[in-house]
């Protein structure tokens, strides 16, 4: 025997590890026929909930119905639109028809998209593109004339309604996941911290639709998690606790299991009728920027480093074409509260200051005026009146703002100029929150990632409780977005923006 034969790798020293710890159960070979017992099982709604499996076929279908209502609705739209012309009613059907194949076919109707904002509107999105590329092609190649103004129309209203009836069905949905309903029966297993953290961030967002109903840990005389999920088992005894547990999902996480043990995990749940979900140690790195690339028979993660010019440029676009239409729109609003600014208290009716903007470039923002001129003065004397921890400064009753100021800034029309700064450039329509310069003096390690884009008039700390987040977590939502933005969830915050501006949460 060679020194290279008692070469043990990594894998299969921890499957031999894992193979030694003591379990609950007998030991079965999870590439085996039978990889557990056959027995009672626990029923799916034991806890008086129903669960995701037995309720996706069933909001499957209303997103099925509701799309095609509205496209049929879009299409009577676009054939009026047309001038009631014969052949643009053939043609209705058939572009209504391709908008709901294409979402389908966009995996709008799969289990693990419904629910899932921007994956939803991503799907949403391609259907309206093909919607006019397909009707297009098929003018040219088979010189079939069509209404070019029915296709633009039919584009438009079906898109903007199918994101709307499908917000109302994510909203329906998330409810009923926040009592508890319509939630994955989920197994966590892997090492203790792993699991601790896995379970803490998936309660935080219960929306998700995964319920925590136990964890399998190294062995069965560790510890079970301090917040009293249930130990069910050890890691030999995952097939096992899936089927009695009537688990759907298995969360793996840590470094515990991999390589061939992890392979022959997913022989046995397969068996077990669960998915297997495996979570990697990147921190808040989401799905457009991982993908699967198959390599010599392994599964290699590859994480985007670069955003594609493309969709640099398509966001470019898109801030660029909305400011200007939203600053004509808002026009009126703005020059009214600035004649209301400007008559409740001496000073200017717009302030001017200097932020921080893209690596670190200032830039001056353009607001209206919310507080006494003296306001900045007044600061230093308040610092210490801070409801706010880290570096931001936030008073529930700044005696600086005015009477109007307090209208102003529960609407968020006081920011309605910085319309202004995203047309030239400054910021962007969606970003972190843009810092003030001694902010960012203050800043260490990873909160200057935050740099790395343009600020935002918007964002995702606009709209998960504005100033009422702790200085962690609006850093936490800022670097998220940074790490994983697209105009699909630009345009997915933009529309929760809305929501939370009329609801005025945290603005103050």
């Known amino acids: 025997m060679t020194a290279i034969d008692d070469v043990v790798t990594t894998a299969e020293l921890v499957a031999l590890t894992e193979r030694r710890r003591p379990g609950v159960g007998p030991r079965l070979s999870w590439a085996s026929v039978h990889p557990f017992v056959a027995g009672p099982r626990v029923p799916l709604d034991a806890e008086g909930h129903s669960s995701w499996r037995g309720m996706s076929g069933h909001y499957a279908r209303q997103a099925i119905v509701l799309d095609a209502t509205v496209a049929a609705l879009a299409a009577a739209s676009a054939w009026l639109a047309a001038g009631r012309i014969a052949p643009a009613g053939y043609v209705a059907a058939v572009v209504a028809a391709v908008f709901v194949v294409a ?19 991503q799907a949403v999105l391609r259907a309206g593109l093909a919607a006019v590329v397909v009707p297009a092609l098929a003018s040219a190649f088979l010189h079939i004339p069509f209404p070019r103004i029915y296709v633009g129309v039919f584009a438009v209203v079906a898109t903007l309604g199918v994101t709307a009836d499908r917000f109302v069905l994510r909203h329906g949905l998330h409810r009923a996941r926040s009592h508890g309903s319509a939630m994955a029966r989920t197994l966590v297993v892997g090492d203790a911290a792993a699991v601790n953290r896995t379970i803490t961030d998936l309660r935080r967002a219960s929306y998700h639709g995964y319920r925590v109903v136990g964890v399998c840990l190294p062995s069965a005389q560790d510890s079970a998690p301090l917040d009293g999920t249930p130990l069910l088992g050890a890691l030999a005894d995952i097939p096992q606790v899936a089927h009695d547990h009537s688990i759907e999902t298995v969360i793996v996480t840590g470094g515990e299991l991999a390589g061939d043990a992890l392979r022959r995990l997913s022989w046995a749940l397969s068996r077990a009728g669960a998915d297997l979900v495996v979570a990697p140690g990147l921190v808040e790195v989401l799905g457009p920027r991982v993908s699967v690339r198959p390599t010599a028979g392994l599964s290699l993660l590859e994480v985007e480093t670069v955003a594609p010019r493309q969709r640099l440029i398509a966001k470019a676009i898109l801030d660029r074409a909305l400011a200007i239409a939203f600053l004509v729109a808002a026009a009126p609003v703005v020059g009214v509260a600035a004649l209301a600014v400007r008559m409740s208290s001496p000073g200017p009716a717009f302030f001017r200051q200097r932020r921080v903007g893209v690596d670190g470039r200032p830039f001056t923002m353009l607001k209206l005026r919310s507080m006494y ?5 007044r600061r230093e004397t308040l610092l210490a009146h801070s409801d706010r921890d880290g570096l931001m400064f936030k008073m529930h009753d700044d005696p600086r703002i005015t ?29 972190p929150r843009p810092p003030l310069p001694e902010e960012v003096d203050g800043y260490q390690d990873q909160v200057f990632r935050r740099l790395h884009v343009r600020p935002g008039l918007t964002g995702l700390w606009q709209v998960s409780g504005r100033a009422d987040l702790s200085w962690d977590e ?10 994983n933005w697209s105009v699909a969830m630009d345009l997915h915050i933009l529309w929760k923006t809305g929501r939370a501006v009329f609801r005025s949460a945290g603005a103050y």
């Open 103 to 121: 979402i389908g076919v966009g995996h709008g109707y799969d289990g693990r998209v419904v629910g899932d904002g921007p994956r939803e509107l």
């Open 373 to 377: 001129s003296d306001a900045e003065a």
């Open 403 to 431: 009477p109007v100021g307090r209208i102003l800034r529960r609407f968020s029309i006081d920011e309605l100029p910085q319309l202004w700064n995203v047309a030239r450039g400054d910021m962007s329509l969606v970003g």
């Open 474 to 483: 609006s850093v936490r939502l800022d670097l998220r977005y940074v790490d």
